[in-house]
């Protein structure tokens, strides 16, 4: 998942690897890829081994003449496709959490809880090769899959996850003073301020996630106790937009069209439901609305707008993002 | 590393900083040289008490020099926003009953103290907050103002008597919100936000080799480098005969490693490389449109002049000054002293050695006030050098394994004509993300790219932010919000078939 140094860089798939199975933005996949295996989906069936020396990025077709494309992991792509064992934070609030703490590579910052991981692979990708994030779950479970998911992304040398209630205990002492950032997703993040407070390097960064307003509000009452300075609170989302190419017909053509229809009504001619390339009301000739006639003189179809709507399924509200710098002394 | 994180955390003598006044009330940067100084209050003050500070540090004026003083704490602060940014109306929801401005008047006999027994405190050195005490002390009306009233007096006072200031680091994140407040155009309307996603989009980490297009001051060259630590590379395109300035990057306090990370380079010298590897055969493809104009040797689509439409939204004049010129590598250094949108004059008295380096960005308050106190002084002739040139070697590399990454922040430019142009220089499987304050031609890029499937996973995103005061019976969003951050197209190239 991780870019590797230039001259280690490695373009075709090999055994072992994962990679992303593209059909469409909203079905998606991660599989390792095993010579021996196939995959079977709606586009058909493909065997692994065909796969293996292709370039990352190419198109395979299955035995039924389908065809997806198979994409190198980027945290974004596992964040799409990784198996939802607790509610996740997604890009928006995940990229900017990562530039607020400004992480950068050699930061080192521990988060709770683990959750799925989503989050924690893209810390993981901001503070590469050189920095760690600790991690940790009171879910033993959770934390264990976690640090599957970990491995199987190369995430190994990185990522550090441990099983420990952080809001009764938290974070261990080992980090004390050491800490550029803490992140918190815990349902009483308050409970974990006071221990934040100690593992946080001077003006080293906070953030808190928090999906209610009252967590936010007992949060930054625990913040302010413990001499927090710069305590900031952003929502932020994402709106995307679909674009589609679509004709729209002036007004004018379909009151041409009229008009000639009436006309040719009254020498009942052509009937008026059958749809035909009418002479314009002027007497020229005219093509159907959506063709324009090329220098060459062929008949092609015009260009029509291209038009961007909002996708109607969007997340109204995710959480509140709370942020904090550790006291400079 | 131990160097890198160092001067992350410490200002160190020849380090820019981003110095904060009264929580917000103003941002400046200034580069911290021994001589260096800065307009505090009515006083000009030597900057060096600033060195070797840890960010985050506090100080205040005190007999005409700065003193280190503890961090206000947002306690305090909290309480002052909040009295300051009543919720509509100014109903104050635990305001004192029967307590409201009716009986106020103002006849200039409140204050009890004079002039000469203000100037005797000061001469006695007693800090600033003793004399706002002192002045609080000394109103009669004081005690019967609303706690909204109170508070601004209590600031108006600090301000005068008191004011304070924080040092930070100046991070891409701190330096696009000052940008985004003061002058906006220069950063094509991005919001810091907007950089972010951008970066994740982008896939950006270490070892990455990004390709960045950036008329947006350096603000994406910037965070790129930031996000990347001095590993991998980032080769920032330009299309003029004359790169865009990257003012922003030279504000970082970037290590050499860091810093010997960034390229420049014309789009031509890409694309003749890449029609010199393809000629090769080595690399076979070409977008079914783009490939005329790659091949070309000039500034392909990109003339300046058929681009300059969109004049209203203030994009106009980023890259006018460009000139053809035949040597890159020194107009790189020089296109600092151009493109700032704030007036900048001379330091008085200082010498040679300049007293601080950049701009100063006055910052919108919370009721939309703008302190428009400039004092920028000249550049430092040493100012960190940023963008070298690529040689051959590294040309032939990036042509053949292609970047791993493309962010463009180009305003003026057609999306889909610079797109077409970079798309074939990605290497497969790698994203891209395409800024545009307008929706529009961003609708028309995907369109193309979707026809021409050369990408999967195509979207237009709208990033949304929004800043909230959280205080007891206090919550509610800000009043003054950037209602818009820009459009990103992204998506992953796909290897061509
Ligand atoms: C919403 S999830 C975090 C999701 C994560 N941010 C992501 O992006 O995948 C919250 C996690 O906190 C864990 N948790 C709750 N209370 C905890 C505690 N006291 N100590 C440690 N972890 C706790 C839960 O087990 C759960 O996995």
Redesign the interface.
């Known amino acids: 998942m991780?870019?590797?140094?230039?001259e280690e860089?490695r373009?075709t798939i090999q055994e072992g690897d994962v990679v992303i199975v593209?059909e469409r933005?909203d079905r998606m996949k991660a599989v390792s890829v095993r010579s021996g295996e196939e995959l079977s989906n709606r586009y058909g069936i493909f065997r692994h081994a065909d796969w293996i020396g292709?370039?990352?990025?190419?198109?395979v077709s299955g035995k039924a003449g389908g065809f997806v494309?198979?994409?190198?992991p980027?945290?974004?792509l596992w964040t799409c496709v990784l198996s939802h064992r607790t509610q996740i934070l997604y890009?928006?609030d995940?990229?900017?959490v990562?530039?607020?703490l400004?992480l950068?590579?050699?930061s080192l910052v521990a988060e709770s809880g683990t959750g799925s991981g989503s989050l924690t692979t893209?810390l993981a990708?901001?503070v590469?090769?050189?920095g760690h994030v600790y991690t940790f779950d009171f879910h033993e479970q959770r934390a264990n899959s976690a640090r599957q998911d970990f491995v199987k992304n190369g995430l190994e040398g990185i990522v550090m996850v441990d099983v420990r209630d952080v809001q009764g205990l938290g974070f261990p002492d080992t980090l004390n003073g050491k800490l550029?950032a803490v992140f918190l997703d815990l349902p009483q993040p308050w409970l974990a301020i006071p221990s934040a407070v100690k593992v946080l390097?001077?003006?080293g960064a906070l953030c808190s996630f928090s999906p209610c307003?009252e967590q936010?509000?007992r949060s930054?009452?625990a913040?302010?106790?413990h001499?927090?300075?710069?305590?900031?609170?952003?929502?932020?989302?994402?709106?995307?937009?679909?674009?589609r190419?679509e004709h729209l017909k002036p007004v004018q053509q379909e009151v041409t069209r009229q008009e000639t229809l009436e006309a040719s009504e009254d020498k009942l001619s052509s009937p008026p439901h059958k749809k035909v390339c009418l002479k314009g009301g002027t007497g020229q000739a005219s093509e159907c609305p959506d063709t324009v006639r090329t220098c060459e003189g062929l008949i092609r179809k015009k260009p029509g707008f291209?038009?961007?709507k909002?996708v109607p399924e969007t997340r109204g509200h995710t959480g509140?993002l709370?942020f904090?710098?550790a006291?400079?002394? | 590393?131990e160097e890198?994180?160092e001067l992350q955390?410490v200002a160190r003598l020849g380090s820019n900083v981003l110095v904060d006044f009264n929580n917000g009330d103003r941002l400046t940067f200034a580069r911290l040289l021994p001589s260096a100084s800065l307009k505090v209050g009515n006083s000009m003050c030597s900057l060096a008490p600033l060195i070797n500070a840890?960010?985050?540090?506090?100080f205040e004026l005190q007999r005409g020099s700065l003193v280190q003083i503890?961090?206000?704490?947002?306690?305090d602060l909290?309480e002052a926003q909040a009295a300051l940014n009543p919720p509509a109306d100014s109903m104050l929801c635990d305001e004192p009953r029967g307590r409201d401005n009716r009986s106020l008047v103002d006849d200039n006999t409140a204050q009890k103290l004079s002039a000469q027994d203000i100037d005797r405190m000061r001469t006695d050195c007693a800090s600033g907050k003793d004399i706002v005490d002192a002045l609080i002390a000394n109103s009669s009306t004081f005690h019967n103002k609303t706690a909204y009233s109170q508070e601004k007096y209590k600031k108006k006072k600090q301000k005068k008597y008191a004011p304070f200031l924080v040092i930070r680091?100046p991070?891409?994140?701190r330096i696009c919100e000052a940008y985004a407040v003061k002058c906006p155009p220069k950063i094509g309307f991005m919001r810091?936000?907007t950089?972010?996603?951008m970066?994740?989009?982008g896939?950006v980490?270490?070892?990455?080799?990004v390709l960045v297009m950036d008329m947006v001051s350096g603000l994406l060259t910037a965070?790129v480098v930031?996000?990347?630590?001095?590993?991998?590379s980032i080769c920032s395109v330009h299309c003029a005969a004359k790169p865009p300035p990257l003012d922003i990057v030279g504000l970082l306090n970037l290590t050499p490693s860091m810093a010997n990370r960034v390229f420049r380079v014309s789009i031509s010298e890409l694309t003749s490389a890449l029609a010199r590897d393809d000629a090769c055969g080595l690399l076979k493809e070409s977008p079914h449109t783009g490939s005329a104009q790659a091949t070309t040797d000039t500034g392909v689509c990109l003339d300046d002049d058929n681009n300059k439409n969109g004049s209203e939204n203030g994009t106009e004049g980023l890259n006018k000054n460009a000139k053809p010129s035949a040597d890159d590598d020194l107009n790189i250094h020089k296109e600092a002293e151009q493109a700032m949108c704030i007036d900048t004059k001379q330091t008085s008295g200082g010498d040679i050695e300049v007293a601080t380096q950049g701009e100063e960005l006055p910052v919108a308050k919370e009721d939309g006030r703008v302190e428009q106190n400039v004092s920028a002084k000249k550049r430092n002739s040493n100012a960190a050098r940023y963008g070298r040139k690529p040689d051959s070697e590294d040309l032939s590399?990036w042509v053949k394994?292609g970047f791993?990454g493309l962010l463009m922040g180009a305003p003026e430019y057609e999306p889909w004509s610079v797109t077409q142009i970079l798309l074939p220089l990605l290497?497969?499987?790698?994203?891209f993300a395409i800024y545009h304050q307008y929706?529009?031609p961003?609708?028309?890029c995907?369109?193309e790219l979707?026809v021409s499937r050369m990408a999967?996973?195509?979207?237009?995103?709208?990033?949304?932010?929004?800043?909230?005061?959280?205080?007891?019976s206090r919550?509610h969003p800000h009043m003054q919000m950037n209602a818009t951050g820009g459009?990103i197209l992204t998506g992953?190239?796909?290897?061509p078939?």
């Not at chain 1, 292709?54 to 198109?59: A, D, I, L, Q, Y």
């Not at chain 2, 930031?226 to 991998?232: Q, S, T, V």
């Open positions: 991780l870019a590797r140094p230039v860089r373009e593209y933005h292709n370039p990352f990025g190419c198109k494309h198979l994409l190198a980027t945290p974004e890009i928006a995940i990229s900017f990562i530039s607020y400004e950068r590579p050699g893209s990708r901001s590469a090769p050189t550029d390097r001077c003006n307003i936010v509000q930054c009452e913040l302010r106790k001499k927090f300075t710069d305590i900031r609170i952003f929502e932020v989302l994402m709106r995307t937009y679909e674009v190419e291209r038009m961007a909002p509140y709370t904090a710098l006291y400079t002394s | 590393m890198e994180s955390q840890p960010y985050g540090s506090a503890p961090p206000p704490l947002p306690a909290a680091r991070s891409t994140r810091m936000d950089v972010a996603l970066l994740s989009l896939n980490g270490a070892h990455a080799e965070a930031e996000r990347m630590g001095g590993f991998g590399h394994h791993t290497s497969p499987s790698s994203p929706l529009q961003l609708a028309d995907m369109h979707q999967v996973a195509l979207e237009i995103v709208e990033p949304w932010l929004r800043e909230y005061q959280v205080l007891p919550t459009y992953i190239k796909i290897a078939n």
